[in-house]
T-cell receptor, first 113, second 111 residues
Framework: KAGVTQTPRYLIKTRGQQVTLSCSPISGHRSVSWYQQTPGQGLQFLFEYFSETQRNKGNFPGRFSGRQFSNSRSEMNVSTLELGDSALYLC????????????FGNGTRLTVT | QKEVEQNSGPLSVPEGAIASLNCTYS??????FFWYRQYSGKSPELIMSIYSNGDKEDGRFTAQLNKASQYVSLLIRDSQPSDSATYLCAVANQAGTALIFGKGTTLSVSS
């Protein structure tokens, strides 16, 4: 079974630009979550989607948004990029339920200059 | 603010020893707990999940859960240099819509 696929793997953007990251979940997984990982803050939850609905959102500004499509694929968008947005963005998929672990993709490394 | 706390390390153990990694969490209603391993430059991979008080063993790994003390641990027996990585403790929220991660403990196993 194919794992979680994230594209692109690396991105370099300039302050003020916007960026869209893509995630294809494991087949059959309908829940998709996004996390930001930085050396100082660790893994921080951005949002979770199920059946095209955002069910939970972390403590991030409105510049961070996401969506999920009917085939469970998901995208996240960051507008008006800031230097502090430089991070590894990880997408994870899972089956539904509290006992379902997350399966992570390889991540997108975003560098904002 | 729900929190998950881990000692950042580094935790250094010799090859063949037992490595003990600890984690505490603040949300008393949490029911699902996970340990992930992350190698440098890679994404986290699931090692163990535990949902009930007590021990759960899988090969060289044992997860221990004590809900009364809000404490989760991971024991790695016969540690190998390939176990050198950052270990992340994660706790699911009650709705099952998010995992809250600790900042991780870096383990170094010397040969």
């Amino acid at each position: 079974k194919a794992g979680v696929t994230q594209t692109p793997r690396y991105l370099i953007k300039t302050r003020g630009q916007q960026v869209t990251l893509s995630c294809s979940p494991i087949s059959g997984h309908r829940s998709v979550s996004w996390y930001q990982q930085t050396p100082g803050q660790g893994l921080q939850f951005l949002f979770e989607y199920f059946s095209e609905t955002q069910r939970n959102k972390g403590n991030f500004p409105g510049r961070f948004s996401g969506r999920q499509f009917s085939n469970s694929r998901s995208e996240m968008n960051v507008s008006t990029l800031e230097l502090g947005d430089s991070a590894l963005y990880l997408c994870a998929s899972s089956l539904v339920g509290e006992e379902s672990p997350l399966h992570f993709g390889n991540g997108t490394r975003l560098t904002v200059t | 603010q729900k929190e998950v706390e881990q000692n950042s390390g580094p935790l250094s153990v010799p090859e063949g020893a037992i490595a003990s990694l600890n984690c505490t969490y603040s949300d008393r209603v949490s029911q699902s707990f996970f340990w992930y391993r992350q190698y440098s430059g890679k994404s986290p991979e699931l090692i163990m999940s535990i949902y009930s008080n007590g021990d759960k063993e899988d090969g060289r790994f044992t997860a221990q859960l004590n809900k009364a003390s809000q404490y989760v641990s991971l024991l790695i027996r016969d540690s190998q240099p390939s176990d050198s990585a950052t270990y992340l403790c994660a706790v699911a929220n009650q709705a099952g819509t998010a995992l809250i991660f600790g900042k991780g403990t870096t383990l170094s196993v010397s040969s």
